[in-house]
């Protein structure tokens, strides 16, 4: 379903017309399902465990995306008036293969411009370049991540058509929109309306996967505004000096701020630390490592419930996050809790337009040949 206009315009319409939206999403309100395999794995008490299928949010890309592009591309095209994205992320990027999605299914399309930096290569990896080629993307390859960042300014300082969408569709350092995180307070309304049906009971907390970390700054944002004692768990899955506490409570407030900026009726609230826990110990040697226990936390949710349920998890990032939840869940003291897990990760196939480039990876510009013909692919610890 799309909505003719997100919660957040229904709570406080005075933001209507000062917040920026357009409809994207074309399955929403996402479901929450109960994983009852997951409990019973875990030797559960009292406690349950329920996951939020953002991963079905679209019918052809879901994941955490789009909730942020819904704000995000509003403003790009109804506000700056731009006529072209461009943005920046690993070889592998979610962001950048959601970004693409989008930037084609507008009428007319859109151009979007992708820099690319490199990333231990997967087989998801491989796929997402060819389908960033198969969906009209501009590809450039730089090699470590700051300095494609800044060949991605520059860019976008001689294209003056182009918007800049930044990393994750997050404020960087503080600088930059807040909308990305708003679509994150948008979807905690969505599921405080889900509570409120007995659809799934208030959660102790939500454990997400952090990387710019808007998405867990948003559901941060949004818990604290509507009272709700869930907690987010955001677990780090890029370096420190993105994902961290100082960031995730700077891009909430950001948020917070521009809002109550746009309507004196929305409630002051702040977050501070004590707001959420930023759980570190699952990067591995870097973004994009696999490791021992994501892959073991992909496989056994794979088995136990994505099997049935249709979803599945990678090992960047949610795979992360449910390592995280996993050691969570084997403590004693937490087999009572009620426990969310925030699937950000795309489930709907691929394959049909994977079929599409007949594996053809000759067809993406020569420097990104290497990452077809050079691949091994390697776990760590
Ligand atoms: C599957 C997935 N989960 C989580 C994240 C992290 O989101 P954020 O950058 O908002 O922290 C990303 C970001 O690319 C992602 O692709």
Known sequence: MVRSEPFLFKVFPLLREKVPWIPLLTNIPTPVERLTNLENYFKLKQ??????RDDKNHHIYGGNKLRKFEFLFANTLKRKKKKAIVTYGGIGTHHGLASIIVCRN????INCDLFLYKQPLTKQVQQSLLLFKYFGARMHLGKKDIGTFVKTLFFWIFHRKYDFILPGGTPVFGRGTPLGTVGFIEAVLELKEQIDKSLIPEPDMIFVAGGTIGTAAGLTAGCKLLGLKTKVYAVAVYKHFLANSSNLTRNANKALKYLQKRDNSFPRIKISQDDFELIEGYLGSGYGHQTLKGQKAVNTVFNLEGKEKGFYLETTYTGKAMAAMFDFLGKEENKSKIVLFWNSYNSNDLDMYLKETNYDY???????????????????N
């Not at 507008?106 to 399309?109: A, C, D, G, K, T």
């Open 106 to 109: 507008f009428n007319p399309p």
């Open 47 to 52: 406690g349950q465990i329920y996951i939020k």
């Open 362 to 380: 000759k067809k993406l510009p020569k420097k990104f040949h290497k990452f077809f013909e050079k691949a091994s692919f390697q776990l760590e």
